[in-house]
């Protein structure tokens, strides 16, 4: 069983921008695609981004061309680089599989404020 855990979350101003970290204790790179997921208070969890092993992506239509999903095989890393940040991204952001195969970890807390 992977088990994964994100970081890098925090608060940030409206504009701002935060890059996302997504570890795996396994290896990753045998895995179909590796995705982004958030919630926000009061919501479902939702899928944010995703990326196959060969590097195509595809965003929800609310974070399309402010965020960018990357990774690392070598390294078992999963990225998500968020830019021009808005106060309804704020939310617990997770990564896992897509679609999702292994049990969600702690997530990291994203505030956008000012």
């Known amino acids: 069983q992977v088990q994964l855990v994100e970081s890098g979350g925090g608060l940030v101003q409206p504009g701002g921008s935060l890059r996302l970290s997504c570890t795996a204790s396994g290896s990753i790179s045998g895995l179909n695609a590796m995705g982004w997921y958030r919630q926000a208070p009061g919501k479902q969890r939702g899928w944010v981004a995703g990326i196959t092993t060969g590097g195509s992506t595809d965003y929800a239509w609310s974070v399309k061309g402010r965020f960018t999903i990357s990774r690392d095989n070598n390294k078992n890393m999963v990225y998500l680089q968020m830019n021009s940040l808005k106060p309804e991204d704020t939310a617990v952001y997770y990564c896992?599989?897509?679609?999702?195969?292994?049990?969600w970890g702690q997530g990291t807390q994203v505030t956008v404020s000012s």
């Open positions: 896992n599989t897509q679609p999702r195969t292994y049990s």
